[in-house]
């Protein structure tokens, strides 16, 4: 990989991507078009996907990429990118601001975390194939063109179908000071109830992943879950895109309502954070959302729906924390995560 002269990572691609755009990032003024994936199909043999994305461009000022429906079933973010597209016009907006309200289109309208096309997560997707299937070519287009053209980026994640999150935003922790420091400053400035750095990243095909490849200050969210929205989830949603982006000067006179509270800061710093099931059948909680809990304190009981008479596998937490996540569905297999933690930052 190369650097340009603003020190920005290229990815070297075996060709451009196939991925065209009906709007013209450097244009004034405010631009409603999709992004036109081709997609050949018993149905429909010259047909491509509408990947909706939205432009508003006003001047001298940092360019802000702002991503939802990355998992289509994380609705919180999809739901805030929409009213403020809907809200925002270009004389409100000191330079440049692009929206992806569904990033993975196909997952999106099947309200599934992955693509129904081809079975693949875009957040397990990047960098991503110019070559490969829509989902792959979706993480290309995102990594090797709009995150090149931005200068900050945010990433709405949910807990999905599967798990529930205390509202919470995100970064991981890089080795540029400078850009920690930026992202630190989103995380408060988003205002969710906690902020945490996750631990160090080994999972490097992610969105967050990305941006930190391209040297783009990034945070991301976990705002909800279970499939569905609330009151809150939604507001802290809707008012902490806004408060970045006036934190940003992207829209300095963006209305974000009264003060919030700070966030907690906290982090995740290895595995041990998580627990995951030991067994297959139904699990019982031991443990709630917003619990603190102490290392070899039991958090779930799993029962056998085939030997209802077997005494349950019990596992237990094996770092003391805050409950931030906890799985939504009753029934488990081996392997599926019940929990994760989080514990206060110390600088």
């Given at each position: 990989m190369n650097?340009?002269?603003?020190g920005?990572?290229?990815i ?32 429909s ?9 939205i432009?508003?461009?006003?001047g001298?000022?940092p ?53 129904p ?10 960098p ?21 053209l ?11 179908s ?36 996750a ?24 705002l909800?879950?279970?499939g ?6 939604l ?55 917003g ?8 958090a779930?009981?799993v ?12 596992t ?32």
């Amino acid at each position: 990989m190369n650097s340009d002269s603003q020190g920005k990572i290229s990815i070297p691609m075996t060709r451009p991507t196939r991925i065209t755009t009906e709007v013209d990032f450097d244009k004034h003024g405010k631009q409603l078009g999709f992004l036109r994936l081709p997609h050949s199909v018993h149905r429909s043999a010259y047909g491509w996907l509408a990947i909706p994305i939205i432009v508003i461009n006003n001047g001298e000022g940092p360019t802000v990429l702002l991503t939802a429906g990355n998992h289509g079933d994380e609705y919180e973010g999809q739901l805030a990118l929409m009213k403020l597209c809907q809200d925002l016009e270009a004389d409100a907006v000191h330079g440049r601001i692009i929206m992806l309200t569904a990033a993975n289109f196909p997952a999106a309208i099947a309200g599934s975390r992955t693509s129904p096309i081809d079975d693949l997560n875009l957040n397990r997707s990047f960098p991503g194939d110019p070559e490969g299937r829509p989902t792959s070519a979706i993480a290309h287009y995102i990594e090797s063109e709009l995150l090149t053209l931005a200068d900050y980026a945010i990433d709405l994640h949910s807990g999905g179908s599967s798990l529930m999150y205390l509202p919470s935003a995100l970064t991981a922790r890089v080795t540029d000071n400078e850009i920690n420091g930026k992202t630190l400053e989103m995380l408060k400035a988003f205002a969710a109830p906690i902020g945490y750095w996750a631990r160090p990243a080994q999972e490097d095909r992610t969105m967050i992943a990305a941006a930190n490849r391209m040297k783009v200050p990034v945070i991301g969210t976990e705002l909800g879950g279970s499939g569905t929205t609330s009151v809150h989830s939604l507001d802290v949603a809707e008012r902490g895109v806004r408060r970045v982006l006036k934190h940003l000067d992207s829209v300095p006179e963006m209305e974000i309502g009264d003060p919030l509270p700070p966030s907690r800061i906290m982090e995740i710093r290895e595995a041990s954070y998580y627990v995951y099931s030991p067994d297959y059948g139904i699990w019982e909680p031991l443990a709630d959302l917003g619990d603190d809990v102490q290392a070899g304190q039991p958090a779930a009981a799993v029962y056998s729906q085939e030997t209802p008479w077997r005494q349950p596998v019990t596992t237990c937490f094996e770092h003391s924390g805050t409950v931030v996540c906890r799985r939504v569905p009753g029934t488990v297999h081996r392997g599926d995560c019940l929990f994760h933690l989080a514990t206060d930052w110390e600088e």
